[in-house]
């Protein structure tokens, strides 16, 4: 049986109402209040979380308001998903769920969840067995395997399909005893995980945060910032930007899940009609409906494209498709507040695990996406 540490413990107390929410918050508060540079960690656990919050000078300049971006990218494992694989993990620890060390691991990701887990897996002493789609960047598998996962790509397939990636990781899972399904699209440990994200941008904003903004695979990491913002601040606006090909931003602002792409003859590329990894998805999760979302934008992928290249340019942050995604939707969001205004997204991961399609120029040229933007003007945001 595992032992909680205060972040596990804070996100049970604050689900409930009351006085005990409030105590354990201003626990959680005075827990956070130091850096983490100025500790010794114990661990590759210890490094993640408390990620800083940076100020994108150029998105701020042209749009008047303070555009701020969660590093994710910094965390050990390189994005945002460390914190799921993290909290997992310890769910899966204190529930006697999996054996540790010694036992085994699966989860069906596009990659980023895969070498977080794979790497928390070296950590625990336990075996790891990702399943990815064979169109996904090669480098997360080759990041994979030098982790010491075992990597079976598979071809991309509707979800209702039993060879979809993660049909095919719940089997390997079922096929052994004491093996754990991480299954990140219907666990709430990754709402949970995001919680804590939504406490870290509260206290680094000082609660001066008017408005978050980020796209959705899993949902885990809107539900839960959108949960603990919300709970502070219930006129926090919060945003979904959606990929082009994905349903979701019509599932916000129609009630249905439904996008044009997804017509029949029409469909390019699975899971979604889009370029872009790791955002996007044409079902509901069970972690996507614990969000609280006030409004939805949508992204093209030419737009993430420009964005992605604008950010290189103007600010030296060199980022993945879902981060660009994020910034574009962090610019929309901007213009519909109004200059004045502090808007926060997440800036899930870096660009070296997407140098093979995203950030590829023979690759984005065969897609007719070759980014044309040049200088400061955003103009390439529709």
């Known amino acids: 049986m595992g032992v909680l540490d205060p972040l596990t413990l804070t996100v049970a107390a604050v689900a409930c109402c009351g006085a005990l929410a ?20 114990d661990g590759v656990e210890g490094l993640i979380g408390n990620t800083p919050l940076v100020r994108i000078r150029s998105l701020s300049s042209q749009t008047g308001s303070e555009i701020l971006g969660k590093a994710e990218f910094l965390q050990p494992g390189g994005s945002v998903k460390d914190r799921v694989a993290l909290q997992a993990f310890r769910q899966a620890i204190k529930l006697g769920t999996l054996a540790v060390p010694g036992g085994l691991i699966t989860e069906g990701t596009a990659g980023s969840t895969g070498v977080s887990l794979a790497m928390l897996s070296a950590a625990y002493g336990c075996r790891c067995h990702i399943v ?18 075992k990597v079976q790509r598979v071809r991309p397939v509707s979800i209702a399909h039993p060879d979809h990636f993660v049909n095919v990781a719940r089997r390997a899972a079922e096929a052994e005893a004491g093996a754990l399904f991480v299954d990140q699209f ?10 804590v994200t939504g406490h870290e941008i509260w206290e680094q904003t000082r609660g001066r945060v008017d408005g978050f903004v980020c796209g959705a695979g899993t949902g885990g990491t809107i539900a839960g910032v959108s949960r603990a913002l919300k709970r502070r601040r219930k006129d926090v606006q919060i945003a979904l930007v959606d990929p082009q090909g994905s349903g979701l931003y019509n599932k916000v602002t129609k009630g249905v899940m439904y ?59 060199f980022l993945g498709s879902s981060a660009a995604v994020n910034c574009v939707g962090a610019v929309k969001l901007a213009r519909q507040l109004g200059p004045g205004h502090t808007i926060v997204t997440i800036l899930c991961d870096g ?24 200088g400061r003007e955003l103009a390439f945001v529709g």
């Open 22 to 41: 409030v105590a354990v918050q201003a626990l959680w508060e005075s827990k956070q209040s130091h850096r983490r540079s100025n500790d010794i960690v």
């Open 132 to 149: 990815m789609p064979d169109d996904a960047a090669a480098e997360k598998s080759q990041m994979l395997e030098a982790l010491g996962a």
């Open 186 to 195: 219907e666990n709430p440990a990754n709402a949970e995980a995001h919680e």
């Open 259 to 317: 996008t044009s792409q997804e017509a029949e003859g029409l469909r390019l590329r699975n899971p979604c009609d889009t370029i872009t990894e790791g955002v996007g998805i044409n079902r509901m999760t069970a972690n996507f409906g614990q969000a609280s979302i006030d409004c939805a934008f949508r992204c093209t992928d030419q737009e993430a494209v420009e964005m992605a290249a604008y950010l290189v340019r103007n600010d030296g942050l």
């Open 351 to 374: 660009g070296q695990r997407h140098l093979s399609r995203f950030h590829n120029v023979e690759y984005l040229q065969r897609m007719g996406l070759t980014p044309q933007a040049r």
